[in-house]
C-alpha cells in the first residue's frame, strides 16, 4: 500500500524553540504509524527549493504558527502565495490542510481569523481544508513540555491535540477547536507581564520602553 505523506511545517519565524514546533512535537506521536512524516520549517519568506517539492507532493499538510496581528506571520504569507504559483502548475485537490495557530493571548479563539484565512486560502488554490486547531497561552506551552500528556495545565491541550490527530488520521474534515491552559487566566498574565519585565532588562531598556512607539 502506498505510504500517504504528510508534511508537519512550523510557521514561526523561531527556527528552534518556538510554541509553534513544540505543539507539532507533542502531535506527531499521536499521528497513525501508516504516516510517512516530513517536518518542515518555513521561517523566511520564501520557501527554500527542496521543500516546496517535498511538501506539495504530501497528501496532508498541518501547518503550526502563531498568530500576528490577528493574522499570518507576513514571512509565511509570502510562502503561501509561492506554493499557490506552484499550486497553479501542479493542481492537487487530494491534499488535505489542518492549521494549529497558537497565540499570546490567553484565549485561542483569537486564533479565529487566522484560521480562517488558511481555509480561504485553500480554497483558493483547490486543495481540501480539514480543521483548525486554535491556542491560547502560547507564552506557557514550551514550559509544559515535560509535563505528561493530559495532566495539570496542559489537560486542555491533550484533549484539543487528541481530537485533531483524530481528524488527521482519517484524513476527515472536523469543525474548528480552540483552547486555553488549564491555569488562572490572571497567572497567566503575571507571568506574561514578569517575563516581559525581564526581557527588557537584559536587552538594557527600561520599563517605560514597552510602550515606546518604533516610527
Ligand atoms: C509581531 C507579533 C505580533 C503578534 N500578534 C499577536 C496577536 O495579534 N494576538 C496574540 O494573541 N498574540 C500575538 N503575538 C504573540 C504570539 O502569537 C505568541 O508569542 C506565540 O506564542 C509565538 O509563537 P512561536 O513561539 O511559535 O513563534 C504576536 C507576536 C509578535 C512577535
Not at 520564501?46 to 498568530?67: A, K, T
Amino acid at each position: 500500500m502506498k505510504p500517504i505523506k504528510v508534511s508537519l511545517i512550523s510557521g514561526s519565524p523561531k527556527p528552534l524553540s518556538s510554541s509553534s514546533g513544540t505543539l507539532l512535537d507533542e502531535l506527531k506521536p499521536m499521528l497513525s504509524s501508516r504516516f510517512h512524516v516530513n517536518i518542515h520549517s518555513l521561517n523566511k519568506p520564501s520557501v527554500p527549493e527542496e521543500s516546496m517539492e517535498s511538501i506539495l507532493d504530501s497528501d496532508i499538510l498541518i501547518f503550526s504558527f502563531p498568530l500576528y496581528v490577528d493574522g499570518i506571520p507576513s514571512h509565511l504569507l509570502s510562502c503561501l502565495y509561492e506554493m499557490e504559483i506552484y499550486l497553479k502548475r501542479h493542481a492537487r485537490p487530494d491534499l488535505t490542510v489542518y492549521a494549529i495557530v497558537n497565540c499570546g493571548f490567553f484565549e485561542g479563539h483569537q486564533a479565529l481569523p487566522a484560521i480562517e484565512l488558511v481555509k480561504n486560502w485553500c480554497y483558493k488554490v483547490g486543495v481540501s481544508w480539514g480543521q483548525g486547531l486554535g491556542v491560547g497561552g502560547g507564552g506557557m506551552i514550551q514550559s509544559l513540555s515535560g509535563v505528561p500528556d493530559g495532566q495539570g495545565p496542559k489537560k486542555n491541550f491533550s484533549i484539543a491535540l487528541n481530537e485533531l490527530a483524530n481528524h488527521i488520521n482519517t484524513c476527515s474534515e472536523g469543525e474548528n477547536i480552540f483552547v486555553s491552559p488549564n491555569f488562572p487566566r490572571i497567572g497567566y498574565k503575571i507571568g506574561a507581564e514578569m517575563g516581559w519585565r525581564y526581557q527588557i532588562k537584559n536587552n538594557g531598556l527600561n520599563k517605560k520602553d514597552i510602550g515606546r512607539r518604533l516610527v
